[in-house]
């Protein structure tokens, strides 16, 4: 990964793979490749499920089609495992949650220094090709979810429905309020943090992990614990992806509901 005539020492190609490919600085800095991969793999999903949607048989069905149908299945008895209330939104989005983030977790599977290197013959510098190992793109998506559960409470509540579960919960007397106003807005700001804390720190470590085995161990000897932890991260990647999607649903489930 370097420039010709350079030599990268092990902390150096460390470095070189963890850093983003930004425009901007500080605060304000944006993450292009993030951004980059994380839109072109949610367009690829919607591509590839319209396109399923739209040749799909009633007979017997393609492999492609099984196996869409198989994650539609799947996600919809989950949702409906935790999800009581009567939504339109609820299901789609879970299902778009599950499947996004599984491919964007996916890129993890791919070798370190493919695309990285390819994009470095082309002129770009760095590129990180793992979206969810970027907090900026996992906290983004737990926010979004956030602001779903404020408008669902405040819509199926009322503001002032809304008002008194931040107020009257769990001690329900007037002189408790400024208590239950602390333990239920930390309550709520948790939900989105862990949510997005949760798939960033899995994630992270996981890349972590390819990039310490590229950078430490000679070439031939990296297969002996490349192939084991991309064995097992297959379960990680796809164990997150549930897990983002179910707690998405478990919290606009709870949103819905009357205390």
Request: net charge negative; with cysteine; charged share 10%.
């Amino acid at each position: 990964m370097a420039a010709t005539g350079d030599v990268l020492t092990s902390q150096d190609y460390i470095s070189h793979h963890l850093a983003h490919l930004q425009v901007g600085s500080g605060f304000w800095a944006l993450n292009i490749d993030s951004l980059l991969v994380s839109v072109v793999l949610g367009i690829f999903f919607l591509w590839l499920f319209r396109k399923v949607a739209i040749k799909s048989t009633g007979g017997v069905p393609g492999k492609l089609q099984c196996a869409v149908e198989l994650v539609v299945e799947f996600v919809d008895n989950s949702v409906r495992d935790v999800f009581h209330a009567k939504s339109r939104l609820v299901a789609p989005l879970a299902l778009t949650v599950f499947v996004w983030v599984f491919l964007m977790n996916l890129m993890d599977l791919l070798p370190v220094d493919l695309l990285p290197h390819a994009a470095q013959l082309a002129g770009i510098p760095y590129l990180r090709v793992v979206p969810t190992a970027d907090v900026n793109v996992t906290m983004s998506m737990a926010f979004g979810v956030f602001f779903l559960i404020i408008f669902y409470s405040i819509r199926e509540k009322g503001v002032s429905g809304f008002i008194k579960e931040l107020t009257l919960q769990p001690l329900n007397h007037w002189s408790m309020i400024p208590v239950n106003l602390v333990l239920e807005t930390v309550s709520l700001l948790a939900k989105p943090i862990s949510l997005g804390l949760r798939l960033f720190g899995n994630m992270y470590a996981g890349e972590m992990i390819f990039v310490l085995i590229a950078g430490l161990l000679p070439w031939w000897s990296q297969w002996a614990l490349n192939v084991p932890w991309a064995i097992f991260h297959i379960l990680i990647i796809t164990l997150q992806a549930f897990i983002f999607m179910i707690l998405t649903a478990v919290y606009l489930s709870m949103a819905h509901e009357e205390h």
